[in-house]
């Protein structure tokens, strides 16, 4: 495995991938080294057979507090700022079109970039006082790219608001417009997470990158063509092993053996 200075990377028997933003000093903020460093270990986990799902956390008082302003405000030039908004967009993209599935665990804040992060991702879960905001209107620099994540996963309004106000919003309302799956307290965030996580990973990892890159490409298609397609992967998905597999295990009423092809 791969060791960072701004990372903390570890990996249990059954595949599961922690992933800890280590920067607690700048509230582990999105600068380029961290974003840089993301990329490296998700394009590392792409490709390791030993991972099967992949938890992202943050160290300290909370997740994440977005882009690192005081980097931001060294930059000179429009080239430097427009390769930074890349890279990190680069990143989003990353977790989207990643083969494993990737779950946020969020404590404390998860700010701007942040939260673009949060909403990045697959799955996400906090803690009940986690909050989450794009608060860029407050500083004149609108959370233009984090706008992408939060408005395909949050209705117009809710975004808009969220957008517009600056506001920070509490754990409860993030899972009731659709930016978290759920919130627990402090001491049952890690059990709710893990278990999630393993209950994913005993799954055929074959499967599961069939279905989650489905997912995304079919949302972007008209509904015609979304049947249309997911028609065809499904067709492809009968032609595994596994899928054999698992509907004659489910007939046996036995465990499935994954081959994972």
């Not at 659709?178 to 799954?203: Q, W």
């Not at 008209?222 to 028609?231: G, L, Q």
Request: proline share 3%; with cysteine; net charge positive.
């Amino acid at each position: 495995m791969i060791n960072f200075k701004n990372l903390k990377i570890s990996q249990t028997s059954k595949g599961i991938t922690r992933i800890i933003l280590n920067d607690p000093s700048s509230y582990n903020s999105l600068s380029g080294d961290m974003i840089g460093s993301l990329l490296s270990i998700l394009d590392f986990l792409n490709k390791d057979s030993k991972s099967k799902v992949i938890i992202i956390e943050g160290s300290g008082k909370g997740f994440s507090a977005g882009h690192n302003l005081k980097e931001i405000n060294l930059m000179k030039n429009k080239a430097s700022y427009l390769s930074l908004f890349k890279k990190c967009s680069k990143l989003m993209l990353s977790i989207k079109n990643h083969k494993k599935p990737i779950i946020a665990k969020i404590h404390g804040a998860a700010f701007a970039a942040g939260c673009q992060l949060v909403a990045s991702c697959d799955l996400a879960y906090s803690t009940k006082g986690s909050i989450f905001a794009t608060p860029g209107v407050n500083i004149g620099l609108f959370c233009s790219t984090p706008m992408v994540a939060l408005s395909r996963n949050v209705s117009k309004k809710e975004s808009m608001k969220m957008l517009l106000t600056g506001e920070p919003i509490k754990a409860n309302i993030a899972k009731s417009i659709g930016l978290i799956n759920d919130y627990y307290s402090s001491s049952k965030l890690e059990k709710e997470v893990l278990r999630t996580a393993n209950m994913i990973a005993s799954k055929s990892s074959l499967v599961i990158k069939i279905g989650k890159s489905a997912f995304y490409k079919q949302l972007e298609m008209p509904i015609e063509k979304a049947y249309e397609y997911t028609s065809k992967i499904m067709t492809e998905n009968m032609m595994t092993i596994d899928a054999k597999e698992g509907i004659t295990s489910f007939i046996k009423k036995k465990s499935p053996i994954w081959k994972n092809k």
